[in-house]
């Protein structure tokens, strides 16, 4: 076969997922390695035997371990690339980052206000109607009147706190369960963010 033949099977037996010019790199290689045979004197039948069989040369490797070598090599680059852009970006992206975690923080915060201000009054109710129950036995010396009065008011933080209590319960496990949700889907969208770019 002549050059253009050769030139011709080799292209047709090239992996289909390079790009068009290390396709090109790799047959301007062949071709002046054809050149160079003919401008010794052979003819172009005689350099393509010599050169080899066009789907052998890329079966055997000669392309795939070129292309290989020259994929790592550039994605090394790359990789310098990113991490010397991530090291001289970092006063940007960083605080852009510290910026992402205090929002995400705060509605975390937010979500779980709810349940800390129920939690308080339960404990608030709880212990300050128990504590003004028992001292209403020391305001019997300031007068009847004044130790049912502070008898009731203990019962009504006592009801107070059973009451928040019971919010608290309940909330606390939707409270729970959206926080949950919402973690999943944030690590989640991390995960894909990473895969997509190959970290």
Known sequence: MDRKQFLAALMMYLPAGINDIEKSEFLDYY???IREFVADGYTEEEATAMVGDPEEIVANGEFSKAYMKDNAASKGRINLG???LLVLGFPLWGSILLAAVCLLLSGYI???TPLIVTGSFT???LLGGLASMLLSLVAVQD?????LMQFGSGMVLVGIGLICGVLTVKCSGWILAVSKRKTMAIWNGLQKGVTRYGY
Do not use: P, T
């Not at 007068?143 to 130790?147: E, N, R, Y």
């Open 31 to 33: 071709d002046e390695m």
């Open 82 to 84: 990113i991490l010397l």
């Open 110 to 112: 937010l979500l779980w």
């Open 123 to 125: 404990v608030a109710g």
């Open 143 to 147: 007068g009847l009147a004044v130790a």
